[in-house]
């Protein structure tokens, strides 16, 4: 099969390399009938050191069921799927519990060669979601998102907490901050504040709720939100990831609010004691979003048309084509590309 | 009036000085009856710089009212009160919120001088509760609980969430820890771990509810309570402010758990990233606590003795002998110093 590698910072090959099979009674081997790229590889894309191996990218399909497994009773060959990020059991104690991110089985962990014909899905009851539309429904964009952006940002959403009536900031126009946006406005958010700058992405966070948006950054940024909102928003939605992201967060949120990140933290220390958090009894929360969990809640509106999370992608390109897309959503030309097989 | 001043590290004088007069209409003057001293005054004592001009110290304080300004309603002179250890007008978003400390009345503040004679309380409508007790009341220590320390532990199992059959670990065998653990028990939690190493205080702990304790410190302590728990608590009161303490609580707490801070942090930046809170999804919370949100809810159980806070107190001084209170408590012979006029 063929399948996308990173050898090192702006280094992507798409190779040929012999199909996956199963290896435990629970797998499942999927054909990938759509893909995408991630805010996510980017991080890797600018950053990994030159290697004579390459690693298999991509986390996000959605396909159907080729072979299962003996143990495999949720899917079968033929069905259309889609996976989570993140493979898990969904029975342990953290599945239960809605961290399944943090499932605790010794098998589970996280896609990370989706960009490829064929994949390899541990676990595959407790991580496919059988979809019931047929392989060329003009939904697949939408669902594919249920794999990892859409669920992404309804976590940051989620874990903020946001409910009717709600003024809510979301910082970055990102896929993830214009799901982000979407959820909370799902969430009955009633002002949406959409910190970004490039004018295509605002503009469709603004079809997806936001009602303001703040071009500015910094301190300059800070400033605007907090004049707009007289004194911060309660509710910090940050899907960015990098540093002045957090920063921008502290800087806008209001004294007893949450800063929910959902953007894989490119730092580890940062401030938080009185003067960032403590003395505002400031809450810090998110993490990998468990999307699993969410595929049931979200997959409805998805299917009826009530949103249209898909529109986040703006480029399709084919497999031998994915170096573009890293190359084009690297440069900011392309919001997020699909893969079609 | 005599009145307590910090001079410098080690270095805590009893003075005289003018009595305070009623500045603002909404204002009162109280007569203390109990005062104390603080974990968080140990601060400043262990390393201010000396200075020429003293600060005045002291935040809990419980009293009877001397005058009233001619916008006070809600006491007056002669009622026996106890003060939060903020001062706030109880109705602004903030106050309504349950975020007391972060008041936005241009008058709010944090009382800096109540180990003296008398005090003057700013808003005091917003700040000051009657006590239904007469100031001979065997109830006095507890009562004053209710100015910070039981607020306080109060505040971080709240923050937590604790409730029924919950395991909670407390991090700190000082009066907020020991109250951390007499609030989660309150709350319902069933198991309670209790990381402290100071013999007395962590049996006071085992009365007031901790099921476990562990006084291993730093890895060998984040050991021994994963291994308790298979895995960590999943609600961590932190009750010290000190870097160790966090890096503890990071430590022990298990995925998709909570940190909850009431330990005022001496540092300002931690581990956040990846690897320390964002790829278990850990949410980190806490602050100041509100404490007038709280004393009317913990009043009762205090009134009727179902809860006994006051047992924090195991020293109990004149004022003159303030300095000998922080001596004691800073060398650890004396857990919490209550001074009786």
């Known amino acids: 099969m063929r399948a996308t590698f990173l050898y090192g910072a702006g280094d992507v090959r798409v190779e040929t390399i ?43 399909f959605l396909g159907t069921v080729e072979r299962t497994g003996t143990d495999v009773a949720g899917v079968r060959a033929g069905d259309l799927v889609v996976a989570s990020f993140s493979y898990q059991d969904n029975t342990c104690e953290f599945c239960r519990a809605g ?16 960009q490829a014909e064929l994949v390899r899905v541990p676990l595959a009851d407790g991580t496919l979601v059988k979809l019931p539309v047929d392989a060329d429904s003009e939904l697949l964009p939408s669902l594919l998102t249920l794999a990892d952006v859409y669920g992404t940002g309804y976590h940051a959403a989620k874990r903020a907490n946001v409910g009717a009536g709600d003024t809510v900031a979301v910082i970055g126009d990102g896929a993830v901050g214009l799901l982000a946006v979407l959820s909370a406005r799902q969430l009955g958010a009633e002002r949406i504040i959409l910190m970004g700058r490039h004018r295509a992405r605002t503009d469709l966070g603004r079809e997806y709720g936001a009602t303001d948006v703040v071009a500015e950054r910094g301190e300059e940024g800070i400033a605007e939100v907090r004049d707009r909102t007289g004194g911060g928003a309660l509710k910090v939605l940050e899907a960015v990831g990098h540093r002045p992201a957090y920063d921008q967060a502290v800087g806008i949120v209001r004294p007893g609010g949450v800063i929910s990140r959902v953007g894989v933290p490119q730092y580890e220390e940062a401030p938080i004691g009185f003067a960032s958090l403590f003395a505002r009894n400031i809450t810090l929360n998110g993490g990998p979003a468990p999307v699993r969990a969410y595929i049931d809640r979200l997959l409805p509106a998805v299917l009826d048309g009530t949103v249209n999370p898909g529109k986040v992608f703006d480029r399709t390109v084919s497999l031998d084509e994915v170096p573009d897309a890293y190359r084009g959503m690297d440069d900011r030309a392309v919001l997020k590309a699909l893969i079609a097989f």
Chains 1, 2 share one sequence.
């Not at 435990?24 to 991080?43: E, K, M, S």
């Not at 499932?103 to 896609?111: I, L, R, T």
């Open 18 to 60: 012999a199909d996956p099979a199963v290896q435990q009674p629970t797998d499942a081997i999927v054909r990938v009938v759509r893909a995408c790229v991630c805010g996510t590889d980017l991080h890797p894309y600018r950053s990994a050191p030159a290697s004579a191996h390459g690693r298999q990218m991509g986390h996000e």
């Open 99 to 114: 961290v399944q991110t943090a499932c605790v089985h010794p098998q589970s962990g996280f896609f990370g060669g989706a």
